[in-house]
């Protein structure tokens, strides 16, 4: 097949998502890659539409197993027209549950064609001890390696033979957020960069120091871009939560690579 184009779409609050994708898309030559952070809030998605001849990188944390509410209602405005995807979901060191999953079924229905996927790791956007420092050098020897596979399937092929087959249970597993929600100090000069880069719109720009508890999906963007460091979450929540996920996310998990 002859890619015209590397569109590197990802969704990444605190950036780990973002790094995963442009390692991986780093194997294609820099001018035939565009990178497209679909976390705007607002921002017209429905204008994307991609063709056969282009290749679609798309990046997505898994929350709770699943593809956040708010990458998911702009991911489904996308539209590919026979469009080869590579989906790519990055984790906490805990698992992935039915990411991938839903990511691949929102995609085939929007004209793409799934023929190859990634579950890799990334620092954990809350509890930072959990896959901490990830991806590492080790992690992106894996991933480049990953992606130089999914090159070398694309100029070996002239057409996608099928869709890739992943984990997953259908229906998908519940997840309806979690109770850690990031709040203003006096530290907090009301510069209103929470505000115009939360992807949900929970900050209201007139008043920055307060957080709509109901909007915010506890993405942790505000308190990672804060350059007072005036944002942060209930601690005794936070030890609580990282006591309760220990168990689980401890033990350095793997990347896994799936292609058709």
Request: overall charge positive; hydrophobic content about 35%.
């Amino acid at each position: 097949m002859n890619i015209s184009k590397v569109n590197n779409l990802f969704f990444s609050p605190t950036g780990g998502s973002e790094k995963i994708a442009k390692i991986i898309a780093g194997v294609w030559e820099n001018d035939k890659v565009k990178n497209i952070d679909i976390s705007i809030y607002n921002e017209d998605y429905g204008k994307y539409e991609f063709g056969s001849n282009e290749l679609c990188i798309i990046t997505v944390p898994s929350f709770g197993g699943r593809v956040p509410n708010a990458a998911m209602n702009n991911i489904s405005k996308i539209k590919g027209d026979h469009t080869p995807a590579l989906l790519v979901v990055s984790y906490g060191n805990r698992a992935y549950d039915d990411t991938l999953l839903e990511l691949k079924e929102t995609l085939n229905d929007n004209g793409f064609l799934c023929f190859s996927a990634i579950a890799a790791v990334a620092e954990h956007s809350i509890m930072h001890i959990y896959g901490k420092g990830r991806p590492d050098e080790d992690d992106k020897k894996e991933l480049i390696t990953y992606s130089k596979k999914v090159k070398d399937y694309l100029a070996d092929n002239d057409e996608i033979k099928g869709e890739v087959n992943i984990p997953g249970n259908y229906p998908y597993k519940e997840y309806n957020g979690v109770p850690i929600k990031p709040k203003a100090s006096d530290k907090c000069s009301e510069c209103g960069l929470c505000a115009k880069r939360c992807p949900v719109g929970a900050i209201p720009l007139d008043n920055p120091k307060l957080t709509d508890k109901e909007k915010c999906i506890s993405c942790m963007r505000c308190i990672e871009i804060c350059p007072n460091n005036a944002r942060s979450v209930n601690k005794v929540m936070l030890a609580a939560s990282k006591k309760k996920l220990k168990k689980v996310c401890e033990n350095r998990k793997n990347n896994d690579f799936f292609i058709e």
